[in-house]
């Protein structure tokens, strides 16, 4: 799904939420795992938006047999974005991406030729962790909308 970018919507973090939230509903995946999801892209349209000044951004969110994953593709190279270990108790910003690593099983930050992918995924209840990015056989064959 592409989205308005920086110069045009700051409803674009709310409606890629609504969009996650619903595919991932339609494919009966557990609630705790939609809520981590949704935050999760939430904060990676925001830090778009927040940093990137290009008219869109790309949310894609699939499901396997083993992991439900989103990520957030945009035009930036300025900087790739990373975890935050030093903010203080006041401070507004900083967080987003440390508890998105905190909550999900796996945190990725991409960098392609001509944008950089966010991307979190969380196993799905009784798979173990899969810290890696491994292929699928015709029975894990992936459900992909974006």
Sequence with gaps: ?????????????????AYVRDFLREW?????????????????????????????VDVRVSVTEDEAVVSVTDRGLSGLPTVSTETLPDD?????????EALADRLEVLAHQQSTEVLAAVALPGHARDTGRGGTSDDDAPRAHG
Excluded at 9 to 17: F, K, N
Excluded at 92 to 100: D, F, S, T, Y
């Design 1 to 17: 799904m592409t989205l308005p970018g920086r110069s045009y919507s700051r409803d674009t973090p709310r409606r890629a939420r």
């Design 28 to 56: 009966n995946v557990p609630e705790s795992v939609v809520e981590v999801l949704a935050l999760a892209v939430s904060e990676f349209a925001s830090n778009a938006l927040a940093h990137v000044d290009h008219d869109t």
């Design 92 to 100: 507004e910003h900083g967080r987003g991406l440390a508890l998105v």
